[in-house]
């Protein structure tokens, strides 16, 4: 009888470049945020931090706080990776402050600098009803990006209404 010991077999996506980009959001974060709350009202000013691992290098996970419109705090986590598979980028984020799971997905641009996701998500001006949403990334350096959210109207326009900027601490 033969005692052959079987070599281990390695299994599970190994990064490829796409997952390269996610390593520039890694980091220990300040972030300074801008909230306009309609057209005719003043914009909100928040304050938070933000901490992004690395999950096996597939994923940038993060957690953070933020200042919400009016002074409340909320908390939460978010994860951006690439799916081999779909061959596009996916995310998710859920907060103390929404029970909707809301998911992305997108493609960086040529460039490099700019990650825009996609999604649909209940609509915060109708009940009942759902939207579109975007998110864009836009890397500035090393020590700075910027994360845009974006709700499409019933015109189909896109419109601005929460820029953060993340300043590495």
Known sequence: MSTQTAEPVEMGTRPIREHEWLQKLVGEWRTESEMSMGPDQPKQHGQGSESIKSLGGLWAFAEGEDTMPGGGRMTY????????????????????????????????????????LTGEGPDMQRDGEKASYRDVFEIIDDNHFTLTHYGQNERGEWQEFITSRYTRK
Do not use: C, M, P
């Open 77 to 116: 986590y978010a994860g951006i990776g690439y799916d081999v598979s779909f061959r596009e980028y996916r995310s998710f984020w859920v907060a103390s402050v929404s029970s909707h799971l809301w998911t992305k997905a997108g493609q960086v641009s040529d460039d490099g600098r700019v990650l825009t």
